[in-house]
């Protein structure tokens, strides 16, 4: 995987007629000084784009919404909420506010820039299904690479950061970075693009996903000219299609690669689960405990957090589990490898097969729910 692949190439930039929709992009970042460098950057690409932007209004069920183009700020104002979540902010407020864009001739395209640290695929999930006279373009997340080790593999929360999105906003920072990171179509990693920030980056990121390392190299033809894929976008978080991308070791980051067709011991995951999921980690992936062989559990951690849930029914045949883990420490690695086959059915509980789990105690039902019938 090279690097920093080449730009894309740089056609005229996107004009509008009566027929053609409003490109819409979603641009997140934990980052509000590094976020608005790079959209005054496109912002004066472009005279014709304008900025849609939403701040949490500290303490209250509101949102403050601005319109802003290259001359200034068009329109600053506060907008109050029944529920000030994520979904509902784009469903109650953005929507509105993108078909009165949409209705502007002037205007180009739309940069659509939620609170810091919301999650893209939630914003174009609850988007999608109102596109008409606009349309979702392309997601671009925007991240540090200096403070890229420690966004996503430190321990600290949203709350610790001043970063949630309202109240109840448990998140790791982790979490919240490598949601943004993962789902985007257009990366810009802001500052040394060879040191351990910009490694890190390379071994969570797909080799589909554009990565440009000069905030202001990116255009408003890359972020407006296309179609965003919010399918590809939610494969590759999905721990079904989970996949190892490697990158370069220089600075000691590694990707293991853990995948079997046994289940996990729901008694033994609990023991060890520290062990597997805990510390300076970005792991995710999918696993199955043999009380509930018709359930797919999705495994997502980051910054010492681990989160887990049956997330999927099964089909005609087993579940799998294949847990994708990356670090930089190198005791880290074989720490989680260890973990890892701890946690499974040793080969002679698998040779027994499921009947020894009939109707068994469901230790994990806290996390995982209650299973449907005992099985």
């Known amino acids: 995987m090279s690097e920093n692949p080449s730009p894309l190439p740089v056609s005229p930039k996107p004009l509008r007629g009566p027929q053609h929709s409003l490109p819409v992009a979603v641009i997140t970042a934990l980052d509000a000084v ?3 460098s790079v959209m005054a950057s496109l912002l004066l690409d472009d005279a014709g784009t304008v900025a849609l932007r939403y701040e949490v209004v500290e303490d209250e069920p509101a949102l403050r919404r601005l319109i802003v183009a290259a001359d200034g700020v068009r329109e600053d104002i506060r907008v109050d909420l029944a529920h000030p979540c994520v979904s509902c902010a784009m469903r109650e407020d953005a929507v509105p506010a993108l078909a009165r864009l949409a209705e502007d001739p002037a205007v180009h395209g739309v940069l659509l820039a939620p609170p810091l640290s919301a999650d893209p695929s939630i914003v174009a999930g609850a988007l999608r299904h109102h596109e008409d006279r606009w349309h979702l373009s392309s997601a671009v997340a925007v991240a540090s690479a200096a403070s890229a ?17 309202a109240d109840g906003d448990a998140r ?12 985007s179509e257009l990366i810009v990693l802001d500052g040394d693009p060879h040191g351990p920030g910009a490694e890190l980056v390379e071994h969570l990121r797909a080799p589909e996903q554009l990565l440009l390392h000069d905030p202001f190299a990116l255009t408003t033809q890359q972020v407006l000219g296309g179609r965003h894929d919010l399918t590809a976008a939610l494969r590759r978080r999905d721990g079904r299609h989970v996949e190892p ?20 011991h729901p008694d033994r995951l609990l023991a060890h689960i520290e062990e597997l999921g805990g510390g300076r980690l970005r792991g995710r992936g999918r696993f199955w405990v043999p009380d509930r062989p018709d359930s797919i559990c999705q495994w997502d951690g980051a910054g010492g957090q681990v989160s ?3 997330a999927w029914r099964t089909r005609e ?14 005791e880290d690695r074989e720490r989680v490898r260890e973990a890892f086959g701890r946690c499974l059915l040793t080969e002679e509980e698998w040779a027994r097969g499921l009947a020894p789990w009939l109707g068994a105690d469901d230790p994990l039902a806290p996390w995982l729910g209650e299973r449907d019938a005992k099985v």
Do not use: K, M, N
């Open 34 to 36: 590094l976020r608005e």
């Open 308 to 310: 887990i849930g049956a």
């Open 317 to 330: 045949e087993l579940p799998t589990t294949r847990l994708v883990v990356t670090g930089q420490e190198s």
């Open 149 to 165: 080790c420690e966004d996503l593999l430190g321990d600290a929360t949203l709350a610790e950061r001043g970063l949630c999105w």
């Open 172 to 183: 790791a920072v982790g979490e919240a970075l490598a949601a943004q990171l993962e789902h």
């Open 245 to 264: 991308y490697g990158g370069p070791t220089v600075h000691g980051t590694w990707t293991l690669d853990l995948g079997t067709d046994r289940p996990f």
